[in-house]
């Protein structure tokens, strides 16, 4: 495995030598981890009764200021370790039950990541699931070929204006929509085993924020145009105003029942049916997980 010494994992592109110093990802030389535990509230079908393996990877190469995960994220909370033991983590998982294996924020440390798939090997029996923001490359999503079964990704935005005061990416549509349809070539369409859980496929995110009800809209309108049955829709209210989030008046309270209705019912008329609308009763700090080197 090589350490990248030029950066360029993420659509950043930072050039950071990783060897040195830490990347715009807070990324340094060594993977670094703040969970590794069971997870039950994914979508069902990849939590299913036994949860999902979940490794929280530290840092992250969005810069979202309502990010629940504000302490990993931002903060950079975590434990440095070895790609050796990022494989044991996995099999621990795996061995305690875990449906998949469910990798969160992992993009900017994509060689380790896949060197511990590697170590990983035959003993890892159960999918994995790549967790994202959506903000990747197409060369990422390529090299992950062969290692993620299921894709779980975030889209975020459409406007260029909201991505850059939310998550400082004007160019997040561009380079989301292009890894998005990497994504769906590579999986091909919604897989399940005998007890409804995903085995492979996309499953596509989208956190509907209050007062922007046009670019959820315009988020949709985009989905429609892909291949029917070829995805799975996440539509989340569960926007809570965390980390910044204040800063950014239209972000200063939850979404209203009547904008998640209204995003709901216009999926909906666009035919995007297949997957999951979300009770607004997640929309809960109990919901978000502490962040306390468990399994690490």
């Not at 008329?269 to 297949?274: A, E, F, K, S, V």
């Amino acid at each position: 495995m090589e350490i990248p010494v030029h950066c360029t994992l993420c659509p950043r592109r930072c050039g950071a030598d990783r060897t040195r110093a830490r990347g715009a990802c807070g990324g340094g030389g060594k993977v670094k981890v703040a969970k590794a535990a069971l997870h039950f509230w994914e979508e069902p079908c990849i939590s299913g009764t036994c949860g999902s393996g979940t490794v929280f990877f530290s840092g992250c190469a969005l810069r979202c200021c309502y990010c629940q995960n504000h302490a990993v994220s931002a903060g950079n909370f975590g434990k440095e370790i070895s790609v050796e033991r990022l494989a044991e983590i996995f099999l621990s998982l795996q061995a305690q039950g875990a449906h998949n294996l469910n990798l969160v924020t992992a993009g900017h440390y994509l060689p380790w990541v896949c060197e511990a798939l590697r170590l990983a090997g035959d003993r890892l029996r159960i999918p994995v699931v790549y967790n994202t923001g959506g903000y990747e490359t197409e060369e990422a999503v390529a090299a992950l070929r062969g290692f993620v079964d299921i894709w779980l990704t975030d889209l975020k935005y459409r406007s260029p204006a909201l991505a850059a005061e939310y998550s400082d990416a004007p160019d997040y549509f561009d380079v989301a929509s292009a890894a998005l349809r990497a994504m769906l070539a590579q999986a091909g369409p919604p897989m399940y085993d005998a007890d409804g859980l995903l085995q492979s496929g996309v499953i596509v995110r989208h956190l509907a924020l209050p007062n922007a009800g046009r670019d959820t809209r315009a988020v949709l309108d985009f989905l429609s145009g892909l291949p029917r049955g070829g995805f799975l829709l996440s539509l989340m209210s569960q926007y809570t105003p965390f980390y910044r989030a204040a800063e950014h008046k239209a972000l200063a309270r939850r979404i209203s029942t009547y904008e998640y209705r209204r995003a709901v019912e216009y999926a909906v008329g666009l035919g995007l049916t297949d997957g999951y609308m979300q009770q607004r009763s997640s929309a809960k700090e109990e919901y978000t997980p502490a962040f306390d080197l468990e399994g690490v």
